[in-house]
């Protein structure tokens, strides 16, 4: 599914190209209508963090906000998560995924990603809602937070933000270099001058040549902005399900099995990646366009290639899990691979420090 929505995209970008320039010069306006006042920005009056990208697709966003949602929690911070809560079904201006203490959206109700920073975040309120002003100013007011963290909030104008990180992934860069519909930049570059700091996710050592290129090429535009690289790293356990109870497993056990692998996300050459890493043996691997929301026909269709590959079991990410949970009763089981980002110390200060200025 992931060939025929990478052509899909190359036919929208080849026709498109033609009203690219067009679409980048709106976008260019429309920033500079915020920058210039006319189109008003509201603040909070609390730290607000914007974690988001200029290509289309996935670059780590969700794992990233994890990571600083963990780290200003362990600074004695009170965070809270604002998303627009793509492909949910939850639709109110505040839609709470999960308070202080309770999930209380599935991840039909929240989306996928939500579902799973409130899974993976216990004690950090998660909000949707199309109005990150809105869905702020409730987490303050009726949850006592101290610091927000947008979500995708990048191109999401409306709200002013105290810290704009902008990530990259080592898998696209800027992809074709084009603005849509002529290729996969919501933005034109230009639009880099509002960030505080660029992040490029996934790197390893068989990337520098790439990663040192591209970092020079932005220390070019933006010598002023710091630059921060990280790397995914596996968790230390697996989750598994089986028989309708969850447990975990150990990624030593998890290598003695046969396994076959799935997912419905953005970068699945990643993750096949990161099962490799881990040494995963895999007997074949199927891909879903990102968000997928699956059917017991997918399920039925993956159970029946997993036992005729002669895998033993399952595995998926994650993000793929919490929309599984509930519609897979399987005695066959189902394992998830949880990753992780890995920084070095530079960033963890540059983020507190700059948090603790405001």
Known sequence: MTGKTDTRLERLFFFGRPFAPLYGFLMAYRSN????????????????????????????????????????????????????????????????????????????????????????????????????????????????????????????????????????????????????????????????????????????????????????????????????????????MLVRISNGKNDTISPADACKVALYGFCGIAGPESFKKTLAITGIKLTGFQTFADHHVYSAENIQSLLHKAKKSGADGLITTEKDLVKLRNIYPFGFPLLALPVQLRFDENFDRFLVNHIAQI
């Open 33 to 236: 209508l915020y920058h210039r006042g006319i189109c008003k920005q509201r603040k909070l009056e609390v730290p607000v963090i914007s974690v988001g990208n200029l290509l289309l697709g996935g670059t780590g966003k969700t794992p990233l906000v994890h990571y600083i949602a963990n780290l200003l929690q362990r600074h004695h911070k009170k965070p809270a998560i604002l998303s627009r809560g793509y492909k949910g079904s939850a639709t109110a201006a505040i839609n709470v995924v999960s308070n202080s203490t309770d999930i209380l959206l599935n991840a039909t109700e929240a989306g996928d990603e939500p579902c799973l920073l409130a899974e993976k975040l216990p004690g950090i309120p998660v909000i949707t809602g199309k109005k990150r002003f809105t869905t702020g100013r409730f987490a303050i007011d009726s949850l006592g937070v101290d610091t927000l963290i947008l979500d995708d909030g990048f191109q999401h104008l409306a709200l002013k933000r105290d810290l704009d990180l902008v990530l990259f992934s080592t898998r696209k860069l800027l992809g074709n270099g084009r603005v849509l519909p002529g290729g996969d930049l919501r933005e034109p570059l230009s639009s880099l001058k509002r960030a505080h700091a660029f992040i490029i996710s996934g790197t390893d050592a068989s990337e520098d040549g790439k990663v040192n290129e591209f970092i020079s090429f932005l220390g070019s535009l933006y010598p002023e902005k710091p630059i921060f690289t990280c790397t995914y790293e596996p968790e230390k």
